[in-house]
């Protein structure tokens, strides 16, 4: 049913409170790091400061916390007292490793809890917790920690444990496997994700809405991710070692484009702008052939998911300002001054 309805439509539906599409969607608020039913009675957010997702567990992947005022975890806002004890037990302390035991020593029956959570929510109460351990492990990397900082903040107690579940997280009901691996550059640490064969995805941990752009790739391809490395990530190590230190300019790792097919257009009309020089995006455009879509190129320029390999950043606004960039402004004038030796 979702995907019949356009973001300005779910927005529509959340400004009215309409209480008929609870369930159907869910909403992550940017600013409050909540997220909600669409009838929530809480105070309607700007529109550029929601997401939108299809299951409470994505936006939990995503790093939003249940709304305390319209209780997205359960079916009804006026039952599951429970499954609201549960939620509050966690949001206490999201770091918190929960066992049976816990459980039992306040007077909670763990085969209970895991019923009525698993009726009411979609998924297990200790899966509802590991998915706040995670979020908390994905915050501190997209504020620039290392992956100690967000093992630590996420309660796992080794760093292969951490990777293990957050490459999990991001799966598909079915279909082959791709393996999430960290690389470390002198710009900030990068998420690769690869088969054997081919480079899926490359970002900055930074980047902003690096969730999606993980879920993305596992439902566009219907794989799963998991943690491990292949030889595909040696040779983008290896290249990027080489690019950081200026002696590389080309990319020779196999790509596996994921988008639709203008995405994929502009994305190749961005593999042949050299190396050390710019574009416009209204340059862009008239090279993929359509000069009115500049604002679809910026779009599609900023969904590649292949930082570096797929060179957005050499796309700047037609006043000679740097524009955009996911991975951030003073990031992408060091990389321009990088290619240009400056």
Wanted: charged fraction near 25%.
């Amino acid at each position: 049913m979702t995907q019949h309805l356009t973001d300005a439509q779910k927005y529509d539906i959340i400004a009215a409170k309409d209480k008929s599409y609870d369930g159907v969607f869910f909403v992550g608020v940017l600013t409050t790091a909540i997220f909600c039913r669409p009838g929530c009675p809480a105070r309607v957010p700007n529109a550029e400061n929601c997401q939108y997702y299809d299951t409470a567990y994505d936006a939990l992947k995503a790093g939003y916390r249940a709304c305390k005022k319209c209780h997205p975890a359960s079916h009804s806002a006026q039952d599951g007292p429970l499954v609201k004890r549960l939620i509050a037990l966690v949001e206490d302390d999201p770091a918190r490793v929960w066992r049976e035991g816990d459980l039992k020593a306040i007077g909670i029956d763990p085969s209970t809890a895991r019923r009525q959570f698993k009726r009411r929510f979609g998924m297990s109460f200790t899966a509802y917790a590991r998915a706040r351990r995670l979020a908390l492990g994905l915050k501190t990397l997209a504020k620039g920690g290392d992956m100690i900082e967000a093992q630590l903040a996420s309660g796992y107690e080794s760093e292969s444990g951490f990777r293990k579940a957050f490459g999990n997280a991001f799966g598909a009901a079915s279909g082959d496997t791709l393996y999430v691996d960290w690389i470390d550059t002198p710009y900030g640490p990068m998420i690769a994700v690869a088969s054997a064969e081919a480079l899926f995805l490359l970002e900055f941990t930074d980047r902003v809405k690096l969730d999606r752009q993980m879920q993305r790739v596992a439902k566009k391809n219907r794989v799963n991710i998991t943690a491990g490395r292949t030889a595909i990530h040696d040779q983008i190590a290896g290249e990027l070692e080489l690019y950081f230190k200026g002696k590389l300019t080309e990319f020779k790792t196999p790509l596996a484009l994921t988008g639709t097919d203008f995405q994929k257009t502009t994305w190749h009309a961005l593999l042949r702008i050299p190396y050390g020089q710019t574009k416009s995006y209204a340059e862009l455009a008239e090279t993929v052939g359509n000069p009115k879509s500049f604002r679809a190129v910026a779009n599609s320029n900023a969904n590649n998911g292949l930082a570096l390999i797929v060179p957005c950043h050499r796309v700047i606004a037609k006043d000679g300002t740097l524009g955009g960039y996911a991975g951030g402004l003073d990031r992408k004038q060091k990389l321009l001054d990088l290619e240009r030796g400056d």
